[in-house]
């Protein structure tokens, strides 16, 4: 299989129903060493793209990522951005909102932590959660004063267009953004719970939440569905990656940031030539 980026991306003003889009697909290693042979050459030229990003200093980059718990979410970007400079990387991860953040509208603390021009920032969970499991435990939103349900409620579309705007807003000023759905399957998750409560090493990544949030399963679906149609653009697209390979769906991951980074044709600037004869003269001088 050939990583095609577009079968993952959801076209604006597509509806999604992710029953029909898988969670598994044919692979494209065969071995594990040859995964680890692909993804270091996506490694590496990310890495390469990452330092244009800089030179350039025209563009920043924000990834966001998506996903029920144990979806894979750490290790993609782990792994896939294990060559990024952290110089000119952030990852931050969004819990559940403090005292002082839930007194400001719901996108003011990922704001502050946008990426400047030339680095890139990455969300671990984001302002995504605001109509995902907000949308899902409605009782969050009277804790704050608002109120909301699992209806068509104005206040959900209200937040899609204010993410939809944000998103265009940061497009026209020079941030491209790149979302990832890691579209996990319900036993893939099973067994990856059992997983963490089997090997010690693992047990402190589950907790008994975790469980109760499972019996939501169907509602989270929902509400991923409701949020991918609805912000999905040709600016800002959403990429539904099939999650219950971890292997495949990181060069997936890896491949969809190759291919947007590059879609934007980086260079290092041009040296002028008053800065030509500038550099010649400091040349002499170190010459002497």
């Known amino acids: 299989m050939h990583i095609k980026s577009v079968d993952f991306r959801v076209r604006e003003g597509d509806e999604v129903d992710l029953h029909k889009w898988p969670t598994i697909v044919a692979p494209v290693y065969e071995t594990n060493e040859q995964y680890e042979e692909l993804l270091r050459k996506h490694v590496n030229a990310l890495s390469a793209q990452q330092e244009l990003l800089y030179a350039s200093d025209r563009y920043a980059l924000l990834l966001i990522f998506q ?32 005292a002082t953040e839930l007194k400001h509208d719901f996108l003011w603390r990922t704001t502050r932590d946008l990426p400047e021009r030339g680095r890139i920032g990455i969300f671990n969970r984001s302002y995504y959660e605001e109509v995902l499991i907000v949308r899902v435990h409605p009782e969050i939103l ?28 940061l497009d026209r000023n020079g941030t ?27 047990n402190w990544k589950f907790s008994g939440a975790d469980l109760e949030e499972r019996k939501f399963w169907k509602r989270y679906m929902r509400a991923y569905e409701k949020a991918l149609t609805a912000t999905s653009t040709r600016h800002a697209p959403w990429y539904i990656v099939p999650a219950d390979d971890k292997l495949n769906s990181r060069l997936i991951v890896s491949r969809i940031l190759l291919d947007t980074v590059e879609s934007l044709q980086l260079s290092y600037p041009k040296t002028t030539a008053a800065r030509r004869r500038e550099l010649r003269m400091l040349r002499k001088k170190l010459t002497k």
């Open 142 to 169: 009277h804790a704050v004063g608002l109120s909301g349900g699992s209806g068509e409620s104005s206040v959900w579309q209200h937040r899609y267009r204010s993410i939809v705007d944000l998103e265009r807003h």
């Open 67 to 98: 996903a029920m718990d144990a979806a894979g979410k750490d290790g993609a970007i782990q792994h896939v951005m294990s060559g990024f400079n952290p110089q000119g990387c952030q990852v931050f991860s969004y819990k559940h909102p403090s």
């Open 176 to 202: 491209r953004i790149i979302k990832f759905f890691l579209h996990l399957s319900k036993e893939e998750q099973r067994k990856r719970f059992l997983e963490r409560i089997d090997k010690p090493e693992k």
